[in-house]
């Protein structure tokens, strides 16, 4: 059995995941909305940034992803993409910019492309946007999709409980999954569904299924980057594992910051001209 050392260096494509689920590498994925943290992501070695409307609540303060628009996830996009080199950068399609028509939605990931020069779009939704995530592969545009819980339709779910424990919603998740990739999608984000039917999903497609609260079977796991490393304190639902807790080291160094003004300790001698 030869062991696959991961390459560090090449550049991470959208068929490069596709290969790394026929060998059984697992993709890391994890968001990024600015310059600075994807530039750590990327030299960490992360396989894929996903730019993510969740920018809407982690930036910007807003309690859904509803509000974000198409211009700010462009200003993401190309804060992103300035430090990223090997990573593969995914942007999503913001809510209203893909929804209302086909035409309006290849407008949107055009200027996601051209301007913020990502290498791929994410889409929510499964038979409803078919139209929509045609015409944008037509135009060579590569497009994951994202199916379960879709955060953009919170309003008709009214919940961010897990979708499709019943038959007939995990039927038709699984219906959505084959359509998307029959179409020409290169991944599917697999979000808050039971762990049994993402396995079966993953099992069933051949292009990468990524999790997020999906189970481990998932190809890859996604997370949000202020959730897993602990910037937001209030968030901890069950599928979060938490790998740092920057709220408090941010915390705890701008207190010692304010002490050290308020004493006249800041700036010494050495740190002044
Ligand atoms: O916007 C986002 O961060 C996402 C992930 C939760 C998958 O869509």
Redesign the pocket.
């Known amino acids: 059995m030869s062991i696959h050392i991961p390459d560090n260096t090449r550049k991470v494509t959208t068929r490069r995941l596709v290969e790394m689920k026929q060998r059984g590498e697992k993709i890391s994925m994890l968001?990024a909305y600015d310059y600075s943290s994807a530039k750590i992501l990327d030299e960490a070695g992360i396989d894929c940034i996903?730019v993510?409307?969740?920018a809407s609540n982690v930036m910007a303060g807003n309690a859904t992803?509803l509000p974000i628009t198409l211009d700010q996830m462009v200003y993401h996009g190309k804060s992103v993409m300035k430090g990223v080199k090997r990573a593969l950068v995914v942007v999503?399609l913001p809510f209203g910019s893909y929804q209302g028509n086909s035409k309006e939605a290849l407008a949107s990931a055009v200027r996601i492309m051209k301007e913020t020069h990502a290498e791929a779009v994410?889409m929510e939704g499964g038979a409803e946007i078919r139209e929509s995530v045609e015409r944008i592969l037509c135009a060579g545009i590569p497009v994951m999709g994202?199916l379960g819980l879709t955060p953009q339709s919170i309003n008709k779910f009214g919940t961010y409980n897990v979708r499709a424990r019943e038959e007939a919603e995990a039927e038709k998740l699984v219906q959505d999954a084959h359509l998307l990739e029959e179409i020409g999608c290169f991944a599917i984000?697999l979000?808050k569904i039971p762990a049994k039917l993402a396995e079966r999903v993953s099992r069933e497609l051949t292009i990468p299924t990524i999790g997020?609260g999906a189970g481990g079977a998932c190809d890859g796991q996604?997370l949000?980057m202020h959730d897993m490393m602990g910037i937001n304190r209030g968030f901890s639902p069950r599928f979060l594992r938490r790998y740092a807790n920057v709220a408090d080291i941010m915390t705890e160094a701008v207190g010692r910051y304010i002490e050290d003004v308020k004493t006249g300790d800041f700036p010494n001698a050495e740190e002044q001209y």
């Open positions: 968001t996903l993510g409307d969740s992803t999503d994410k994202h984000v979000e997020i996604v949000v």
